[in-house]
């Protein structure tokens, strides 16, 4: 019976047991009480103490529409027109890949994971040692996640620290996620000027700028607000130009409990989700109703040093806090969840990312970005963190879907034939019919026996991650890039990633 049943494991998967945009919500850290008191005090926050330094674009349209500036030259957003733009905002999004086939449906309690974090550090495969990381380290992180099936889109995960040229590093950033990976991209800029070189790029990439935007597969954003409360012009100016997209607009916001937000966690969220909304409305004040990603990314302090402490359980359900108050308000929503503080992939980085993406999907959000790959407090990427993630994304995302209960699933005409048959219900129909689509089962996590382990010679889990990291960036090259317009694209860029390296001659892997 074992051999059998060992045959058919090693049989390739017909089905899975989870996909992009499960249903959450399962699990709320606020009650509905809880709920209503941040929302009044969010709605004081941007009332009474509102943002300071709005950019002229958004001033204009603010003062026009019912704000005020008040006696310390801050934006004030009446209470009113906070929530008709909550209300007015599009609740369902959609984000689209190259190929349909990647289409994701935002809105919700729906749930997707991906990546994120533009960490300036690479720890190489079986490496003790970070190094700076590079252009060609954000393609091959792309190759990576094509092949990921629970890391639904993709945004760079690294910077290319060896590209001085901001407009250049950009546009290479770009070129590099949609060579690499056919999964919506996230794309990010050094200043907004950078935004339409960049859709020049891409629209040559789509066969033209109407087949872009009836199809954009990439959104731009950043982060609008820099902590406590104060508009930060490069990235506000960033976000107005990314509407220039036609995809939604993502903001992000990142105050760190205890030191640019208050230490209390409740303030935190407090002062995180109306940060997250000052983004919104600054979106909203130049183009009404348009899409946005409210990105509430609440951080924690280790207080007995201030630095950042990305694996926390404050980390954790503060996250978790901020996303279930998005959704409060029915709108997309991203968190960031999986910011172990650990700088390899072991013990300390499971448990850490396990805990706060288990709490940021089971609450419902739509995207947990830095969810997989992300080290050393966002400061590096592995690998072989990215591929063990995998895994783990898939157990989250079985604990997401839940238990389905209904007739037949209660079994008890199974129960009947088994216990006046064979006595076990290994080959009964029902357990072959439910193997693939009732059980997630992981590439890399070792469910062997001790002996069968000691035989194979004692395999960790990063090493076997390394393995499957060198097979995939060994072989998977895709050519998503239509030769005769990458051409194009070259004989107008400055692209720096030779095409050489893009081939599986390269010998890179």
Not at 24 to 42: F, V
């Amino acid at each position: 019976m074992r051999r059998g049943r060992t045959a058919r494991q090693k049989d390739p998967p017909v089905a899975s047991a989870v996909k992009a945009g499960l249903p959450g919500g399962h699990y709320r850290p606020l009650t509905k009480s809880n709920e209503k008191q941040i929302h009044n005090t969010i709605l004081d926050v941007l009332e009474k103490i509102g943002l300071g330094d709005p950019i002229p674009i958004v001033r204009e349209h603010a003062l026009n529409r019912g704000c005020f500036m008040n006696e310390h030259d801050r934006l004030c957003f009446p209470r009113g027109l906070v929530e008709d733009v909550i209300a007015c905002t599009p609740k369902n999004l959609q984000f689209v890949g190259q190929d349909p086939k990647h289409d994701l449906e935002i809105g919700g309690n729906r749930v997707h994971t991906y990546g994120g974090g533009e960490a300036v550090s690479m720890l190489d495969v079986g490496s003790s040692n970070y190094r700076p990381s590079t252009l060609v380290d954000i393609y091959d992180a792309a190759r990576l996640v094509d092949k990921m099936d629970n890391i639904h889109a993709f945004s760079r995960l690294v910077v290319a620290t060896e590209i001085v040229d901001q407009l250049s590093c950009d546009i290479n950033t770009a070129y590099v996620s949609i060579a690499g990976t056919q999964k919506h991209s996230a794309l990010t800029f050094n200043d907004a000027s950078h935004v339409q070189p960049t859709l020049e790029m891409l629209y040559l990439a789509a066969g033209g700028k109407e087949k872009f935007h009836q199809r954009p597969f990439c959104h731009g954003g950043g982060c609008p607000v820099i902590s406590p409360l104060r508009y930060g012009q490069d990235n506000s100016e960033v976000c107005v130009e990314s509407i220039k997209f036609g995809s939604p607009v993502w903001v992000v916001v990142a105050p760190q409990a205890g030191a640019t937000a208050p230490a209390a966690l409740a303030g935190t969220v407090v002062q995180c989700v109306a940060e997250a909304l000052a983004g919104l409305l600054m979106i909203d004040m130049v183009k009404p109703g348009y899409p946005v990603i409210v990105g509430p990314w609440p951080f924690v302090s280790d207080l007995r040093t201030g630095a950042f402490s990305g694996g926390s359980g404050e980390e954790a359900v503060v996250t978790a806090a901020a996303a279930q108050m998005v959704n409060f308000y029915g709108l997309p929503s991203s968190v960031g969840a999986g910011m172990t503080d650990s700088k390899m992939p072991d013990y300390q980085a499971g448990y850490e990312k396990a805990l706060a993406i288990v709490l940021a999907a089971q609450t419902g959000c739509n995207n947990v970005s830095e969810s997989a790959g992300m080290m050393g407090s966002l400061m590096a990427l592995s690998f072989e963190s990215l591929v063990i993630d995998n895994d783990l994304l898939g157990a989250v995302l079985r604990t997401v879907r839940g238990i389905e209960v209904n007739e037949e699933t209660l079994s008890f005409d199974v129960m009947q034939q088994v216990v006046h048959g064979e006595g076990h219900f290994l080959r009964t129909e029902q357990t072959l019919g439910l193997m693939r689509t009732e059980y997630e089962y992981p590439e890399l996590a070792d469910r062997s026996t001790p002996g069968e382990w000691e035989a194979a010679g004692s395999p960790d889990i990063r090493e076997k991650a390394g393995e499957r990291v060198r097979s995939i960036l060994s072989t998977h090259y895709p050519q998503y890039i239509d030769p005769a317009n990458d051409a194009k694209i070259r004989g107008q860029f400055p692209i720096l990633l030779p095409t050489k390296a893009m081939t599986s001659g390269s010998g890179r892997w």
